[in-house]
């Protein structure tokens, strides 16, 4: 992968990212160009920052750790001061299991590392077992509550919550 980067996402790389991912869904546009909305809001506002690893100038992976408790759902115990709240992990199917994420995982904790954060948490749902198996490879093994969600369309999911140290 030589010509693979990692790199923190710009607010104007981000609402071309969600664009593109709007435009090749069917459904659910609404409820995806809310999320866009607030994505954008939250980097301009310093609440959140998204990572992308990048070949050959393409997005083919993304995370976002999240630092305000007011944009987390169920936030108590999962941000603070010292702890970030990590999410929207992806990676283009032809890219999964080459190490991609791997290394944008590494870049994105050393990242927050050097911001101050010593803990970072995140969410899965229950039924995504493979998700948690690679979670608890990258050390999300502190189990810290189960609670549900809402997504923007009203959906509810149940959610288990994980947490790491440095």
């Known amino acids: 992968m030589k010509e693979y980067i990692c790199r923190i ?8 990212k969600w664009n593109c991912e709007i435009r090749q869904q069917k459904r659910r546009k609404a409820v995806l160009e ?23 100038n393409k997005i083919i992976c ?3 750790a999240m630092f305000d408790e007011n944009i987390i759902q169920n936030s108590n115990g999962l941000v603070d001061d010292k702890t970030a709240y990590l999410c929207n992990f992806s990676t283009d199917k032809k890219y999964q299991g080459k190490g991609c994420f791997s290394k944008l995982f590494r870049f994105m904790i050393n990242d927050l590392k050097n911001r101050g954060y010593k803990k970072f948490t995140l969410g899965v749902e229950p039924t995504e077992t493979k998700n948690l198996s690679i979670y608890q490879h990258l050390g999300f093994n502190r189990f810290i509550k189960s609670a549900k969600e809402t997504y923007p369309d009203g959906t509810v999911i149940d959610v288990d919550y994980y947490g790491m140290k440095l």
């Open 9 to 16: 996402a710009s607010a104007e790389e981000t609402e071309a």
């Open 34 to 56: 809310m999320m866009k909305k607030d994505a954008i809001e939250h980097i301009k506002n310093g609440q959140a920052v998204t990572y992308y690893g990048k070949l050959n």
């Open 62 to 64: 993304q995370t976002t």
